[in-house]
């Protein structure tokens, strides 16, 4: 079974900068998370799909953070403008209607 | 009060050592309890989990929940230097289905 993947790994941006991750869950699963974990941190939910909806997504900031799920598969996740809080690696989780989330390796961003 | 509290580390223990992990929370509603294990550069993996107070053992590996003191462990027994990683505890309720973390304990079994 693939895993969950993510790109890019790495990226590197100036602040003010917009940028975009991307996410293919794993293969029939629902819901999909995205997670910032910043350095020395637990991972810290962002926003949280069933299918191609929206189940929660009360801490995104979302002046700036903006993510969709067409149809209900892939996802992407969108910073403008980075600030350099934002520095942080991201990563996406999926699951079925059993209790783990399984994670995607994550995107490392460094704003500048 | 964070509603999750994990002592960050870093623990540096021997090979063969007993490692005692730990987490404490705030919000009674968590109904399970899970540990992640993260190593440097890839995503969290699922270790265990469990819904109800006491112990639950697998391999080397044991969760424990205190559901009375609001408090978690994990004991890893006969410690390896492939356990060297990040371990997060983290919790839930099936009603909301999102997961809230701890900081993590970077761990280091040294050979």
């Known amino acids: 079974e693939a895993g969950v993947a993510q790109s890019p790994r790495y990226k590197i941006i100036e602040k003010r900068q917009s940028v975009a991750f991307w996410c293919n869950p794993i293969s029939g699963h629902a819901t999909l998370y995205w997670y910032q974990q910043i350095l020395g941190q637990g991972p810290k939910l962002l926003i949280q799909f069933q299918n191609n909806g929206v189940v929660d997504d009360s801490q995104l900031p979302k002046d700036r953070f903006s993510a969709e799920r067409l149809k209900g598969v892939d996802s992407t996740l969108k910073i403008q403008p980075a600030k350099l809080e934002d520095s942080a690696v991201y990563l996406c989780a999926s699951k079925d209607y059993r209790i783990e989330q399984f994670f995607g390796p994550g995107t490392r961003l460094t704003v500048l | 009060q964070k509603e999750v509290e994990q002592d960050p580390g870093p623990l540096s223990v021997p090979e063969g050592a007993i490692v005692s992990l730990n987490c404490t929370y705030s919000?009674?509603?968590?109904?399970?309890f899970m540990w992640y294990r993260q190593y440097s550069r890839k995503g969290p993996e699922l270790l265990m989990y469990?819904?109800?107070?006491g112990n639950k053992e697998d391999g080397r590996f044991t969760a424990q929940v205190d559901k009375s003191s609001k408090y978690i462990s994990l004991f890893i027994r006969d410690s390896q230097p492939s356990d060297s990683a990040t371990y997060l505890c983290a919790m839930g309720n099936t009603g909301a289905n999102n997961l809230f973390f701890g900081t993590g304990t970077r761990l280091t079994v040294i050979p």
């Open positions: 469990t819904y109800s107070s």
């Open positions: 919000n009674s509603a968590f109904q399970y």
